[in-house]
């Protein structure tokens, strides 16, 4: 909290601090510790942890960096903050992002943009902007962030820190404030592999509250010692040498797989010949599930309410207007048009038959590879400002939201720093569903 004190005004990663029950935790481990029942918390116990402004802390307010719920006050926690909490984590505060999750730079945060800790004149990544940056600054140990397009990977990317997407289902969503459902995963940002791994384990499993959780039971540590002898790694051709992959960053993604090659693995080079329409997909299935979940801040249920609003037209009109920024308003816009009549069909149907073809082609794709590697995000932080037209914003996703369009697990691990390029960059690595300890086992050897 003192750090946080002291360097959280030049970075601006936190929204809200929770101190009284970070005291009030960091008490009950101290009780644990006395009476010897340490043991019986999670694994995070006594871990200083911060959690992504869209997720619900009770008695905290939950603003999805929006005007829309400025004043609005979780009356329940989401099931990825409850369990790190009841087993011990401290709770330090909740983080800033992208409004509603909408961004890749943390721009759009109505409430100030978050600095890259790396170079304060830079962003740091989003929508998950301030969960990186926190943990890239050391404000916090681990944070949590949510992944729709790219949004826990690219961050981690540009902040030099592990991030991972787990498989879709494998973190229960309930009390996350929705952006597009089907698309949205939790997971963990960390300054090391096991760290993220602990973290995962903390917050993974089945909840009944969340109809698309599974029940996985794997320890994600438990392979990160073993090595990649005899792990096929893929590598896709068309991701290496895309159009608007900065060559600096090609480079040091390459070095990562020979030396993934050097320590034992077989690299395979794999198609996936519909990925290039993913990011077409994403922008008509992300908009549409958007514009049906931001639905419900009609200013009556929840959120701003316009002051001079008449009739509960004008209501919606007014509230709605000056609640959301320019890129929610945008999203919702857009997927209001895509989901009307005559219009569905053409282009909502089409995105889903696109879906279901990269679905298929990961599934053959890890017929013969077990991980896939890949890079993050096309390029290293940008300056404030520098990306300012949406579809140019829109591309920083372009290796990310593949994954999420087929449900996969991707993660992030930093790369060694070159000495004339002084700012971090990872490198993707991409797990069958379910099969997220793959991708650890791989990310342990890129770290060593
Ligand atoms: N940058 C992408 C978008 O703006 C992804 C965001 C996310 O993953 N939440 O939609």
Not at 56 to 85: D, F, I, K, W
Not at 119 to 140: E, I, K
Not at 311 to 321: C, F, G, I, P, V
Request: proline share 5%; hydrophobic share 40%.
């Amino acid at each position: 909290l003192a750090r946080i004190a002291r360097f959280d005004g030049a970075v601006h990663a936190y929204l809200e601090l929770t101190e009284d029950q970070a005291y009030r935790q960091a008490d009950r481990v101290d009780a644990a510790i006395a009476e010897g029942s340490f043991d019986r918390l999670g694994p995070l116990a006594g871990v200083p942890i911060g959690f992504k402004d869209n997720m619900n802390l009770q008695g905290t307010h939950t603003t999805c960096a929006s005007r829309m719920l400025e004043s609005y006050v979780s009356p329940y926690t989401a099931t990825c903050v409850e369990r790190p909490l009841s087993g011990g984590a401290i709770p330090l505060g909740k983080l800033n992002m992208d409004e509603f999750a909408f961004g890749s730079s943390t721009e759009t945060s109505a409430f100030g943009r978050t600095c890259n800790p790396w170079d304060l004149t830079r962003v740091p990544g989003g929508s998950s902007g301030g969960s990186a940056a926190a943990v890239s600054a050391g404000l916090a140990t681990v944070t949590l962030g949510s992944d729709t397009g790219g949004s826990i990977r690219q961050p981690g990317s540009l902040c030099g820190c592990v991030a991972v997407k787990p498989s879709y289902g494998v973190v229960s969503r309930y009390g996350v404030v929705a952006f597009g459902s089907s698309l949205d995963q939790v997971g963990p940002f960390a300054r090391s592999v096991r760290d993220a791994a602990l973290t995962l384990n903390a917050i993974a499993g089945h909840d009944p509250r969340d109809v698309t959780s599974q029940n996985v039971s794997v320890d994600f540590t438990a392979n990160l010692d073993e090595g990649v002898r005899g792990m096929r790694v893929g590598v896709v051709p068309a991701f290496m040498e895309a159009e608007g992959l900065d060559p600096r960053v090609r480079e040091r993604v390459q070095q990562a797989i020979d030396a993934l090659a050097n320590q034992g693995a077989e690299l395979v080079e794999v198609e996936l010949p519909h990925a290039q329409a993913a990011m077409s997909a994403y922008y008509v299935l992300g908009p549409c599930e958007a514009f049906s979940n931001l639905a419900r801040f009609d200013s009556v249920r929840y959120g701003y309410c316009a002051k001079d609003a008449g009739d509960l037209a004008s209501r919606y009109e007014l509230s709605r207007a000056a609640g959301f920024g320019a890129e929610a308003r945008r999203r919702i816009m857009l997927g209001s048009y895509l989901l009307s009549a005559g219009v569905f069909e053409r282009y909502y149907y089409a995105a889903q038959q696109v879906r279901t073809l990269i679905t298929r082609d990961y599934q053959e794709a890890f017929e013969k590879v077990d991980c896939i590697a890949a890079p993050v995000c096309p390029r290293t932080a940008f300056t404030f400002g520098e990306v300012s037209d949406p579809l140019s914003m829109y591309l920083s996703d372009m290796f990310t939201i593949s994954v999420n369009i087929a449900g996969n697990g991707g993660m992030s691990v930093p790369l060694p720093l070159t000495r004339d390029e002084g700012l971090p960059v990872g490198i993707q690595l991409i797990s069958p569903q379910f099969r997220d300890e793959n991708m650890f086992r791989v990310a342990a050897a890129v770290e060593r």
